[in-house]
């Protein structure tokens, strides 16, 4: 007998992401990105962006482009295609990116 065969497992790769319908699809990446957005603004600083911007060229090109990327993946989910992996990466680099950008404003201004 097969592991895969064996009573009691369940190795079936679950729903496709490209089977569901538009509305559920939309869903799913608007959690993914309250969340994301969630964990920014609990430690958001007034000012960070501009601080970047101003002080971390690299890193704030950074999140411009990841946000670049975060929409053209939500819009190519929207016409049926499955980019909920590379969604949910882009939107950990976005994450990560907006949370360093804070780490260094605050340094910088000690608070």
Request: aromatic residues 12%; charged residues 30%.
């Amino acid at each position: 007998m097969s592991l895969y065969n064996a009573p009691g497992r369940d190795f079936s790769p679950g729903p496709r992401l490209d089977k569901w319908k538009k509305d559920e699809r939309e869903a799913l990446f608007r959690e993914l990105f309250n969340e994301a957005q969630g964990a920014i603004s609990r430690v958001y600083l007034p000012g960070t962006m501009a601080h970047t911007r101003e002080y971390h060229k690299k890193l704030f090109n950074s999140i411009l482009y990841i946000e670049g990327r975060l929409n053209e993946l939500w819009l190519a989910m929207r016409e049926g295609r499955n980019t909920r992996d590379q969604f949910k990466g882009a939107l950990k680099a976005w994450q990560d990116s907006h949370l360093r950008a804070i780490e260094l404003y605050r340094e910088g201004n000690l608070f």
